[in-house]
């Protein structure tokens, strides 16, 4: 029931807003939180510690991107474009907000492509060097 219990909520993170990051620190979180002995009984102390369950949030990033408009503050669906580096490669793809960031060292552009609302264009390629 634990390891259950413990791949939803990996599953269903921040309520699917959350994703988990790949940084050193992080992946040392979750090899924690994962430990592979689980307690035989409810009473079993030995090998579990209910407390190092808890660490995967130390991993847990926010990573939604949601629009919203700027008169009426609604949240709205809106096409986008996202450029993203993988493995040295530029790769664009065309998402409908509400969507999940990549992580955000391959982020390399998000341009708003919307018809309705004025072009937009978030360059995180400038200063990262």
Not at 52 to 74: E, G, I, N, S
Request: net charge neutral; with cysteine.
């Amino acid at each position: 029931h634990m390891a259950v219990g413990l791949a939803n909520g990996f599953l269903f993170l921040g309520g699917g807003s959350q994703t988990f990051s790949t940084d050193n620190a992080s992946i040392a979180a979750l090899m924690i939180a994962m430990f592979p002995r689980f307690p035989s009984t409810t009473s079993d102390n030995r090998w579990h510690c209910q407390a190092y369950r808890h660490l995967y949030v130390l991993a847990a990033r926010p990573r939604l991107l949601q629009t919203v408009d700027a008169t009426t503050l609604d949240a709205v669906s809106t096409p986008l474009e996202m450029t993203c580096t993988v493995k040295g490669k530029e790769i664009t793809t065309q998402l409908i907000t509400p969507c999940l960031l990549p992580d955000p060292s391959s982020l390399v552009r998000i341009r708003l492509i919307s018809p309705r609302y004025w072009p937009l264009t978030l360059d995180f390629s400038e200063g990262r060097d």
